[in-house]
């Protein structure tokens, strides 16, 4: 594959000197068109002038009709004017609607819910559905391998009665346009996910404006491999400048067997990268399996994220996830009590020997230099107090024991002795000092979010609704949704 953004600059160079382009059409990954994009408005506007004569529009809420006539209209300076259309319907071909699916369970997984939404959308308008026509018994019909991953947002969007827009072609009004002419110096761009080359919109734009391909395949045949490694050469070399650090090839190789071609993800891991090696030069491969995990894989960590977030809605859609996934609500249960018992911890640390460890947007290298020897302090001290715990509760039984016994019981009781039984050490079973510091900086940063007493609560809630859960005669996946919802809003 070409080096998508070297392809931009060779059509900004043509611009240059023969003219830009009234119409450019960009589509293909979202961050590589994104990107493109910037490109081509720092080329045709001043960036000082940008939040004047830039005007960002979308399909859902902008139709052909104010495009057309906001491309026809002159700017407030006699300057370049560029109108951002993004529009994933108009290059679109029916045939291929069922695109929009693959990208709607892609965007849940990314935690991207309007982008799904619109995916959704605009694959039942284009196969004219409506939400009348979904219910759960049908909708594998409709929506195929997909129908289990969409089902959530589908009743979500169906009890908010969502109307599904029309499907409307508007390739026809475009080219029109584009015969006609804008008003000097106004230039249109075009951003869309999906672009079906044998459209003869497609074809006019290749013909009369630019055109700049962001598609990225995810095959495993060879072709598409050394397409995906080649994008992905873009955003790290991208990140090497700007952070003036070296990601060798394994690292890289790591983070694609991990992340796919999911290029947002690349780019916002190869940040948290760098702030983890801090002062180190280069980024190994044993950096990126230290930080970088499978999230789209792992809907525990991604419905614990969004409980400590208090993100209700994100939590409720990766609850169903897990219900679909066979996971039982005990199980479901247990993970989310582990997360709140070590926050209680981490609250703990922090306000006792990790005292001014950790501030609200800190660096990382900062966290890591404050740190010191405060975790195992603090775990020394919470054993400690565990064991003092322990052996206080014992001798009270032992104590309560001996207060029932008679006179004869204690006349016997003088004649053999009893054996005194030593209190077992405890061990605590989330030590911090054995975390990984940049866990440990990223659960400083969720801990902060409560007070003691929130987290407190939420552990009778969770003890509470365990104890529920294994009873007879109740609903286990209504309670675990009411535990969800009333953690949230702690």
């Given at each position: 594959?070409?080096?998508?953004?070297?392809?931009?600059?060779?059509?900004?160079?043509?611009?240059?000197?023969?003219?830009?382009?009234?119409?450019?059409?960009?589509?293909?990954?979202?961050?590589?068109?994104?990107?493109?994009?910037?490109?081509?408005?720092?080329?045709?506007?001043?960036?000082?002038?940008?939040?004047?004569?830039?005007?960002?529009?979308?399909?859902?809420?902008?139709?052909?009709?104010?495009?057309?006539?906001?491309?026809?209209?002159?700017?407030?300076?006699?300057?370049?004017?560029?109108?951002?259309?993004?529009?994933?319907?108009?290059?679109a071909s029916v045939v291929n609607?069922?695109?929009?699916?693959?990208?709607?369970?892609?965007?849940?997984?990314?935690?991207?819910?309007?982008?799904?939404?619109?995916?959704?959308?605009?694959?039942?308008?284009?196969?004219?559905?409506?939400?009348?026509?979904?219910?759960?018994?049908?909708?594998?019909?409709?929506?195929?391998?997909?129908?289990?991953?969409?089902?959530?947002?589908?009743?979500?969007?169906?009890?908010?009665?969502?109307?599904?827009?029309?499907?409307?072609?508007?390739?026809?009004?475009?080219?029109?346009?584009?015969?006609?002419?804008?008003?000097?110096?106004?230039?249109?761009?075009?951003?869309?996910?999906?672009?079906?080359?044998?459209?003869?919109?497609?074809?006019?734009?290749?013909?009369?404006?630019?055109?700049?391909?962001?598609?990225?395949?995810?095959?495993?045949?060879?072709?598409?491999?050394?397409?995906?490694?080649?994008?992905?050469?873009?955003?790290?070399?991208?990140?090497?400048?700007?952070?003036?650090?070296?990601?060798?090839?394994?690292?890289?190789?790591?983070?694609?067997?991990?992340?796919?071609?999911?290029?947002?993800?690349?780019?916002?891991?190869?940040?948290?990268?760098?702030?983890?090696?801090?002062?180190?030069?280069?980024?190994?491969?044993?950096?990126?399996?230290?930080?970088?995990?499978?999230?789209?894989?792992?809907?525990?960590?991604?419905?614990?994220?969004?409980?400590?977030?208090?993100?209700?809605?994100?939590?409720?859609?990766?609850?169903?996830?897990?219900?679909?996934?066979?996971?039982?609500?005990?199980?479901?249960?247990?993970?989310?009590?582990?997360?709140?018992?070590?926050?209680?911890?981490?609250?703990?640390?922090?306000?006792?020997?990790?005292?001014?460890?950790?501030?609200?947007?800190?660096?990382?290298?900062?966290?890591?230099?404050?740190?010191?020897?405060?975790?195992?302090?603090?775990?020394?001290?919470?054993?400690?107090?565990?064991?003092?715990?322990?052996?206080?509760?014992?001798?009270?039984?032992?104590?309560?024991?001996?207060?029932?016994?008679?006179?004869?019981?204690?006349?016997?009781?003088?004649?053999?002795?009893?054996?005194?039984?030593?209190?077992?050490k405890p061990v605590a079973d989330?030590?911090?000092?054995?975390?990984?510091?940049?866990?440990?900086?990223?659960?400083?940063?969720?801990?902060?979010?409560?007070?003691?007493?929130?987290?407190?609560?939420?552990?009778?809630?969770?003890?509470?609704?365990?104890?529920?859960?294994?009873?007879?005669?109740?609903?286990?996946?209504?309670?675990?949704?009411?535990?969800?919802?009333?953690?949230?809003?702690?």
């Amino acid at each position: 594959m070409k080096d998508v953004l070297t392809q931009v600059d060779g059509l900004l160079e043509k611009g240059r000197k023969d003219g830009f382009d009234g119409v450019w059409l960009i589509f293909g990954d979202e961050l590589l068109v994104e990107k493109a994009c910037k490109k081509v408005l720092d080329a045709i506007v001043k960036k000082e002038k940008q939040s004047l004569n830039c005007q960002f529009m979308d399909a859902e809420n902008h139709g052909i009709g104010i495009v057309l006539e906001n491309l026809n209209t002159y700017g407030l300076f006699p300057e370049a004017k560029v109108v951002v259309w993004h529009n994933d319907k108009l290059l679109a071909s029916v045939v291929n609607a069922e695109d929009f699916l693959e990208k709607a369970v892609g965007a849940l997984e990314e935690n991207k819910r309007e982008k799904a939404r619109g995916f959704l959308l605009t694959f039942m308008g284009m196969k004219k559905l409506s939400f009348e026509n979904l219910d759960p018994e049908n909708l594998e019909e409709y929506l195929g391998d997909f129908s289990s991953e969409l089902k959530p947002l589908v009743a979500e969007l169906k009890a908010k009665g969502v109307r599904v827009p029309p499907y409307v072609d508007d390739s026809k009004l475009l080219m029109q346009a584009m015969d006609k002419g804008f008003a000097p110096e106004n230039h249109l761009v075009v951003t869309t996910v999906v672009a079906d080359k044998r459209k003869r919109l497609y074809k006019h734009i290749e013909s009369n404006g630019a055109v700049v391909d962001c598609t990225v395949k995810s095959g495993q045949s060879a072709a598409d491999k050394r397409g995906l490694e080649e994008s992905a050469a873009q955003i790290v070399s991208q990140f090497e400048k700007a952070w003036s650090k070296k990601v060798d090839s394994k690292a890289v190789t790591a983070l694609l067997e991990l992340l796919g071609a999911d290029f947002r993800a690349l780019e916002s891991n190869l940040a948290k990268l760098g702030v983890y090696v801090g002062e180190r030069p280069a980024i190994t491969a044993r950096d990126v399996q230290s930080i970088v995990s499978r999230t789209r894989k792992d809907p525990v960590y991604l419905l614990t994220d969004a409980l400590t977030s208090r993100k209700p809605d994100k939590a409720l859609v990766f609850l169903d996830f897990l219900f679909d996934d066979g996971f039982h609500e005990l199980a479901v249960a247990a993970a989310t009590i582990n997360q709140f018992r070590r926050l209680v911890v981490i609250k703990s640390f922090l306000e006792g020997p990790g005292k001014g460890v950790y501030a609200p947007g800190m660096r990382y290298d900062d966290f890591q230099k404050r740190l010191g020897n405060a975790p195992a302090a603090f775990d020394a001290q919470l054993n400690e107090t565990l064991l003092q715990w322990s052996q206080a509760w014992s001798q009270e039984e032992d104590e309560e024991e001996t207060g029932e016994q008679d006179d004869a019981d204690e006349t016997e009781k003088q004649e053999i002795p009893a054996q005194k039984v030593k209190a077992k050490k405890p061990v605590a079973d989330i030590g911090i000092s054995k975390m990984n510091s940049y866990v440990l900086y990223l659960a400083c940063g969720k801990a902060q979010n409560f007070s003691m007493n929130q987290l407190n609560k939420a552990l009778w809630l969770l003890r509470d609704a365990d104890k529920a859960i294994k009873s007879t005669g109740q609903n286990p996946r209504l309670l675990t949704e009411t535990l969800v919802l009333s953690l949230c809003s702690l």
